[in-house]
């Protein structure tokens, strides 16, 4: 018999605790309290040590449910797994493997957020970082692309 309820339950608590780092994250970045965004990413870096560990426990699960089936592991699936599973996890597993699913969707789409939301902050911070530098810079105009201004060194020499 397979664990697989087990095994799935520490992926929804890790994946629980992710979604949570990558919302405060979010919440952090819109505040602009660069100290919690660190924090944050610090906690992202633990977090996937440990989804590292259950991705190896993961393939230790496959590994031996192929050897009871007697296919290779990266041919099974979910029901495969569950065929040699105690037979009272058999739906609890199929709705935590449903769940899991829908969380790692989740902290795909508000990872992608706060990914553009730092982009957004980085491209700010570059504009005013050459407003206060005084470095040419090219943007819009209402008839399109203008170039940068260049700066002329004119040396009147009959002075």
Sequence with gaps: MIPILGHLQRQLESARRM???VLAQGDAIRRRDVESVLVRLADVQTELVERRRLELERDQLLSR???SLGRAADELGLEDVLLVAPPAETEA???AS???RGLLLEI???HEQNRV???QELTFLDHLMRVLSGSPQAGYRPGGW???PQSLNVVDARA
């Design 98 to 100: 449903a769940e899991l």
């Design 93 to 95: 597993a199929r709705a």
């Design 65 to 67: 449910a192929a050897g």
């Design 108 to 110: 795909g789409r508000v």
């Design 117 to 119: 939301l730092i982009r």
């Design 19 to 21: 979604l949570g780092i």
């Design 146 to 148: 203008a170039n940068a």
